[in-house]
């Protein structure tokens, strides 16, 4: 009886030891692929405003002919954030936090933004997850002593041309870039896109975390790797 016993006790063992593993691999694997939602597509331009009605068929080409240099500023519509690859448990994943809270200004003579830049409120920044979005604010960024990450153009960006409303020109942006108390130089291709009201920027950056002073991010089975990337999509509006 007392060897049926020990057997029974081993197997449940054996049993129990089998559905941990199968949980700890098994529960991240149904999590990622069939309960947890798709990461946010890239910001992006792909879906531009309606262009205002017009009573003539040069209503577009008279609103290209318009200048538009002068101040503008950053204003509602506006988002920038991060995106970086995850390895949760075994099993990949993307991280996406994002806010609104974005501010900035640029200044365009003739067909070059000649000067600009645009600053995120990171203590603002949210992504799917609150564990996530607090180890954010807190060990990884620090968000008390750096609140804001902050880019600013060092060279004019010519995008070449006044665009149609709704049309899409590139320029190529250099810059430097300050997150967590470190400034680096960067470099980017900028695309701008005209709308009825102004006109809207989209650019991707990416950063390695060691170049500004940021541990990757490792906890409670999340590895993070060891760059990742800073996207906007910037509204502007007449200053």
Request: no cysteine; proline share 5%; hydrophobic share 35%.
């Amino acid at each position: 009886m007392a060897r049926t016993t020990s057997r029974r006790w081993k197997r449940w063992l054996i049993v129990g030891a089998a559905a941990a593993a199968l949980v700890g691999v098994g529960g991240p694997y149904v999590y990622i692929n069939y309960i947890q939602d798709d990461p946010p597509a890239s910001l992006s331009l792909e879906s531009p405003p309606a262009a205002p009605e017009s009573t003539s068929d040069s209503g577009s080409g008279d609103q290209a002919g318009q200048s538009v240099e002068g101040s503008w500023r950053v204003g509602n519509g506006s988002q920038a954030g991060y995106r970086v690859d995850e390895v949760l448990f075994g099993q990949n994943t993307t991280a996406v936090g994002r806010t609104g809270q974005v501010t900035g200004e640029l200044e365009i003579e003739g067909t070059r933004a000649v000067s600009g830049s645009f600053t995120v409120d990171l203590a603002s920044v949210r992504s799917d997850s609150a564990q996530r979005d607090s180890q954010f604010r807190g060990r990884v960024m620090n968000t008390e002593r750096y609140p804001n990450a902050t880019f600013e153009l060092t060279e004019p960006v010519d995008f070449g041309s006044v665009p149609d409303v709704n049309e899409q020109v590139t320029g190529e942006a250099t810059g430097n870039l300050t997150v967590h108390g470190e400034t680096n130089p960067v470099t980017f291709d900028l695309t701008a896109q005209r709308t009825a009201a102004g006109f809207r920027a989209n650019g991707s950056i990416p950063i390695t975390f060691a170049d500004y002073g940021i541990d990757a991010p490792n906890f409670g089975g999340i590895t993070v790797e060891d760059e990742g990337t800073v996207e906007f999509l910037l509204a502007f509006t007449p200053a």
